[in-house]
């Protein structure tokens, strides 16, 4: 007998056994039906697939463990468990939203961390033992901000032989001014 011609409860005894097939065809014929759900009480695309996900998960989880005592009823099980998650969801955003206003303005930001000192004239020196062509397309990337593209056609290079040197030539400079990558 085809899967996908199994009725909700022969479905649903399926998957505790560990059948494969079984939890792929509950993920098709419920995931759809969560979707629309969340579409509808979450207003959020996103939202709506993460409900999807989490519900077909946490339904699969409790058929696995062989918690679903009424087999005829998965649709009804899946969609209270969409219901719960929702309630859930909104229950969480609620208490973000009223601790950010309890203690949102009370809270300080915290400070950026300090930026490390650069010795320049190292930097210089390091820049100075690159090859040309590896020194010109570190000039032309960082200080004329220029594409790889038009790096390439100045350099008369393929964009990805830039890239390729831009890379190696960062390297030797993080080698030579002693910092971990």
Request: glycine share 4%; with cysteine.
């Amino acid at each position: 007998m085809e899967i996908s011609s199994l009725d909700d409860a022969a479905l649903a005894l399926r998957i505790p056994a560990g059948d494969p097939t079984a939890e792929a065809e509950l993920f098709r014929r419920m995931a759809p039906r969560v979707h629309l759900y969340g579409l509808r009480h979450l207003r959020d695309r996103h939202a709506a697939q993460d409900l999807s996900q989490q519900v077909v998960v946490t339904v699969l989880e409790a058929l696995r463990a062989g918690r679903l005592r009424e087999p005829e009823k998965l649709a009804s099980f899946v969609l209270g468990t969409a219901k719960m998650i929702v309630l859930d969801m909104r229950r969480g955003a609620g208490r973000r939203k009223h601790l950010l206003e309890t203690f949102g303005a009370s809270v300080p930001e915290p400070a950026p961390p300090p930026l490390p000192q650069l010795d320049h004239q190292h930097l210089t020196r390091c820049l100075q033992n690159l090859k040309e062509r590896e020194r010109a397309v570190i000039v032309m990337s960082f200080y004329d901000e220029q594409s790889s593209d038009e790096v390439a056609r100045s350099l008369g290079v393929s964009e990805a032989n830039v890239r390729v040197i831009r890379h190696r030539a960062i390297h030797q400079l993080r080698d030579c001014m002693g910092v971990a990558a």
